[in-house]
T-cell receptor, first 112, second 120 residues
Framework: QKEVEQNSGPLSVPEGAIASLNCTYSDRVSQSFFWYRQYSGKSPELIMSIYSNGDKEDGRFTAQLNKASQYVSLLIRDSQPSDSATYLCAVNTLDSNYQLIWGAGTKLIIKP | DTGVSQNPRHKITKRGQNVTFRCDPISEHNRLYWYRQTLGQGPEFLTYFQNEAQLEKSRLLSDRFSAERPKGSFSTLEIQRTEQGDSAMYLC??????????????????FGSGTQLSVL
C-alpha cells in the first residue's frame, strides 16, 4: 500500500515567521510531488510542484525534495493570516499509473 | 474557459434516492478525475477518464456509483440508492497528460468547487 504521511496538526505559527510543513512517502519510484492548499469548505488549489531533488522557490513558498530520504517539505516565509489553511501533499508514481496519492493534510494556523 | 465547473454546489437528498452530479473540465484537458473528500481527510480517488475512456475505477467504489464522459468533454457521476455514508464533498479535477518516448507526464490537477452531498 503506497502511502503519503503528513502530521495532521494543527500547526500554529506566529505571523511573519516561517511555517514548515513536512510530508513523507513510501514509494521510492515516486516522480512528481505537489503541494495543494485547501481553505475550509473549498476545493484544493495547487501552489507548488517539484520533480527533482533540491529546492524550488516561488514567491514566499519553497518546496524541498529529498528522494533519498523520501520526504518533501513546504516552507512559507513571512507567514500571513491568509495562509491559514490545510496543506495537502500529493505524490504520483509510475506504479500508480501516475495517479496522485494524497496525504490527509496538515492544518496550519497563522496567529496575528 | 476559466476553470473546472461543477454543479450543483450543494445537494441534500433522502436516503435511497439517486443523485447525479456534473463536471465541465478545462476544455483542453484530456484527463478528468472524480474524488470524494470527507472532513479531515485527503481526497479519495473514485475514477478517472482519459478523453471518453474510463481507465480506472477505485476498487473501494460500490456498484451504486457510476460515471460517464460520453463525448470526452463533460462528465457525470451518479450515485444510486444513496446512503448516509455517501455524505461527502465530491470533487472533480482535470489535467493535461502528455506522453513522450520515455514516460507519461501527468500535469497538475485543477479542481472544481465541488458538490457537497448531504444524505438525510
Amino acid at each position: 500500500q503506497k502511502e503519503v504521511e503528513q502530521n495532521s496538526g494543527p500547526l500554529s505559527v506566529p505571523e511573519g515567521a516561517i511555517a514548515s510543513l513536512n510530508c513523507t512517502y513510501s514509494d521510492r519510484v515516486s516522480q512528481s510531488f505537489f503541494w495543494y492548499r485547501q481553505y475550509s469548505g473549498k476545493s484544493p488549489e495547487l501552489i507548488m510542484s517539484i520533480y527533482s531533488n533540491g529546492d524550488k522557490e516561488d514567491g514566499r513558498f519553497t518546496a524541498q525534495l529529498n528522494k533519498a530520504s523520501q520526504y518533501v517539505s513546504l516552507l512559507i516565509r513571512d507567514s500571513q493570516p491568509s495562509d491559514s489553511a490545510t496543506y495537502l501533499c500529493a505524490v504520483n508514481t509510475l506504479d500508480s499509473n501516475y495517479q496522485l496519492i494524497w496525504g490527509a493534510g496538515t492544518k496550519l494556523i497563522i496567529k496575528p | 474557459d476559466t476553470g473546472v465547473s461543477q454543479n450543483p454546489r450543494h445537494k441534500i437528498t433522502k436516503r435511497g434516492q439517486n443523485v447525479t452530479f456534473r463536471c465541465d473540465p478545462i476544455s483542453e484537458h484530456n484527463r478528468l478525475y472524480w474524488y470524494r473528500q470527507t472532513l479531515g481527510q485527503g481526497p479519495e480517488f473514485l475514477t478517472y477518464f482519459q478523453n471518453e475512456a474510463q481507465l480506472e475505477k477505485s476498487r473501494l467504489l460500490s456498484d451504486r456509483f457510476s460515471a460517464e464522459r460520453p463525448k470526452g468533454s463533460f462528465s457525470t457521476l451518479e450515485i444510486q440508492r444513496t446512503e448516509q455514508g455517501d455524505s461527502a464533498m465530491y470533487l472533480c479535477a482535470s489535467s493535461l497528460a502528455r506522453w513522450d518516448r520515455v514516460t507519461t507526464h501527468n500535469e497538475k490537477l485543477f479542481f472544481g468547487s465541488g458538490t457537497q452531498l448531504s444524505v438525510l
